[in-house]
């Protein structure tokens, strides 16, 4: 019998397995919604997101694995903004026609204009350097306006560091706004929400189960006085 080749892989919620090249991870109720997104946004020319395999028999859902160094360690340099604009940019674009229908693990936020991927932040996504290459993990997709994926990604790359000067969050922010080429009803729609969004991620650390890792390391605290702290953004990417 021929040995399996088995990686123990870590994420945040979830423990993934690389075997014999392929990732297997815990499924949920969604997951066939998220594996009919991957194989439309696939057939659509976007190369960068995993490819289903339906699933094990343990009931794991199976996908490709994509080669790159998750980025754990946050990058903000302007490669990583700028690349990881462009990348959100060519999914959302992926999704046109795609019919959305239910069963995903989030309701839809209207208008839903995209399939946003619900969770866009490095932890997610595969770097080559400090280029963004690849998106992982779309359990957290949902029919969502574009905004709501942006908003993240400038949180994330821009504002999340509260230790930087206050003018170079605002750069980094309106360089993501740029880079994804932002309406500027989806500049609109990162100002006026991004603090709500950051106290909705408070609460579900809050009050979702498996977030024990997150609630012992106060993340919920931090969103909070983020959600207090974050600067105006409207002077600086409502221009587009």
Known sequence: MASVHRVELRGGLNTVWLIDGRVHRPSGPWSTRVHALLRHVSEAGFT??????????????????????????????????????????????????????????????????VLCHGDFAQYNLVFEGDAAIGMIDFDWARPAPRWYDVAYGVYRFALMDLDRPVAVQLRAAALFCDAYDASPATRRGVADNLPGYLIRMAEQVEQDPRFVTQRAEAHNTMYREHAARVPDLHRTICTG
């Open 48 to 113: 960068a997101a995993p490819i289903p395999f339906g699933f094990d028999l343990k009931g794991r859902e199976v996908l490709s694995f994509l080669p790159g160094e998750v980025g754990h360690h946050f990058p903000m340099t302007d490669e990583a903004v700028i690349s990881s604009a462009r990348l959100l940019r060519r999914y959302h674009d992926a999704t046109a026609g795609f019919v959305a229908g239910s069963g995903w693990q989030c309701p839809a936020i209207e208008p839903a204009e």
